[in-house]
Nanobody, 128 residues
Framework: QIQLVESGGGSVQAGGSLRLSCYAS???????????MGWFREASGKEREGVALIDTDGTTSYADSVTGRFTISKDNAKNALYLQMDNMKPEDTAMYYC???????????????????WGQGTLVTVSS
């Protein structure tokens, strides 16, 4: 079993940066390194959107809307997942959630695939 807690959200002006963190607590079972990890977001009035994914082998993938601006990374020794967000835009405003799944998913489908776990979310607001 895995539980996730996000932090690092806040308010920033367009063009600014934020770094989100997600820490996992594991209760018996599989190690953090065995989980595919990612971030999705939910904006008011919009559908859930996959943002970034890092597979167990370190392969990363991104939504087109954030490619070149966001960077996902993880530290298996710390059971931690990160999302560095640069050159932010008002359309990045959303609640951001980290997710974990051992079966694997994709950025395109994580919004609708069954997932092992996700956190409570952290709010990101970008003003113009």
């Amino acid at each position: 079993q895995i539980q996730l807690v996000e932090s690092g959200g806040g308010s920033v002006q367009a063009g600014g940066s934020l770094r989100l963190s997600c820490y996992a607590s594991l209760y018996r079972g599989y190690p953090f390194s065995s989980y595919h990890m990612g971030w999705f977001r939910e904006a008011s009035g919009k559908e859930r959107e996959g943002v970034a994914l890092i597979d167990t082998d370190g392969t990363t993938s991104y939504a087109d809307s954030v490619t070149g601006r966001f960077t996902i990374s993880k530290d298996n020794a710390k059971n931690a997942l990160y999302l560095q967000m640069d050159n932010m835009k008002p359309e990045d405003t959303a609640m951001y959630y980290c997710m974990a799944d051992r079966e694997g998913t994709t950025v395109a489908t994580m919004s609708r695939d069954p997932l092992d776990a996700w956190g409570q979310g952290t709010l990101v607001t970008v003003s113009s």
